[in-house]
């Protein structure tokens, strides 16, 4: 456990300085179903990584205290958004925007409304193309070889009976290889699983445990 704390301490100070909190807009929110603790015993640790995962994002994200109830949960996704934060190949705008519209398109309100406030506050990406892009994700203005592997892996999470050899030959043409067809893939599928959980848990908008 001391090693992993150590990894993920390292991480988080290879980053930026920490970055203003983005500005949440958020209307008729639930009560959560729960309260979440950590484990009797990993209070340090979970207070510890918390702590270091708010100082790199300007906030601490509700899914992390989720997340706390199970430390080794929240030890595998902290390891997991490190892997992906440095991906060579997979931007951070790619991977925001993926997670945005599956979010959308699977109606998950927190996710929904504070990817919304990080792109535009922190990423600088213009609401009007986020929410174009929901009704039409071709529409959200990527270069040619983005917009392709955006629509492919939304297809192949959204409406995964429909892809065709064809789609993965199109990506293939854009400069993609399988690794990064699997890699993003993987990770909307797995910010996917967190969209089912927050809205079982009823957990509406950032800020739902103040």
């Not at 290879?14 to 009797?40: E, N, Q, W």
Request: net charge negative.
């Amino acid at each position: 456990m001391k090693i992993l704390l150590m990894k993920i301490i390292l991480f988080f100070r290879k980053k930026r300085a920490t970055p203003k909190a983005p500005a949440f807009t958020v209307t008729g929110m639930r009560t959560p179903l729960i309260v979440p603790k950590p484990p009797k015993g990993e209070e340090e640790f979970v207070k510890l990584m918390c702590k270091h995962a708010e100082e790199v994002m300007g906030f601490l994200p509700d899914p992390l205290l989720v997340m706390a109830m199970s430390p080794k949960i929240l030890q595998e996704f902290a390891e997991f958004l490190s892997d992906y934060e440095s991906h060579p190949r997979l931007s951070s705008d790619l991977l925001a925007v993926l997670r945005y519209l599956v979010a959308a398109k699977n109606d998950c309100k927190y996710c929904v409304t504070t990817s919304e406030a990080i792109m535009i506050d922190q990423m600088n990406i213009d609401l009007d193309d986020l929410r174009n892009a929901q009704d039409d994700p071709s529409t959200f203005p990527f270069p040619a070889d983005k917009k392709t592997l955006l629509l492919l892996i939304l297809k192949m999470v959204l409406d995964p009976d429909t892809v065709e050899k064809s789609d993965l030959e199109e990506a293939y043409k854009h400069g993609w290889t399988d690794t990064d067809i699997y890699e993003a893939a993987n990770y909307t599928v797995r910010n996917l699983a967190v969209d089912l959980l927050l809205k079982a848990y009823k957990i509406d908008g950032q800020g739902a445990f103040s």
